[in-house]
């Protein structure tokens, strides 16, 4: 194991032999052990529901809110150092490209009640 100021020690040291603290971290670092990020970032929640709901579409309702949670997701995410941007970012633009198609198929229906209109 390590002593605090980073000193390999034997597993029964009490003191460290070359510095003389008595604290000693254990020697895989609990970050490490556990696989996730140091402490203090956490994944933002609307990145997650923007990426979930630009995924699932919903009939565009999902496409809408997408777009908007990224958005909100993004600057909370620039102003709280969380992690979830590439996230929030890929809901963005899941939303963008669901509305892009509902605006393509908005198009399409109304040329066609255009184009079948009375044509005795
Ligand atoms: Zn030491």
């Keep these: ?22 604290t000693f971290l254990s020697s895989t670092p609990q970050y490490l052990a556990r696989g996730a990020p140091p402490m ?9 529901a ?19 949670f990224g958005l909100v997701a993004r600057k909370q995410i620039k102003q709280s150092a969380q992690s979830g941007s590439g996230m929030a970012t890929a ?7 669901g509305i892009a198609t509902l605006l393509y198929f908005l198009i399409i229906v109304i040329t066609a009640i255009h184009s079948t209109g009375p044509s005795y």
């Design 50 to 68: 923007s990426l979930v709901l630009g995924i699932t579409w919903v009939y565009w309702i999902g496409s809408i809110l997408a777009l908007i």
């Design 91 to 97: 809901g963005i633009v899941l939303g963008c490209v």
């Design 40 to 48: 203090g970032t956490s994944t933002n929640g609307l990145a997650i």
């Design 1 to 22: 194991m390590l002593c605090t100021n980073g000193h390999m020690c034997a597993d029964s040291s009490v003191f460290c032999p070359t510095c003389g603290v008595g």
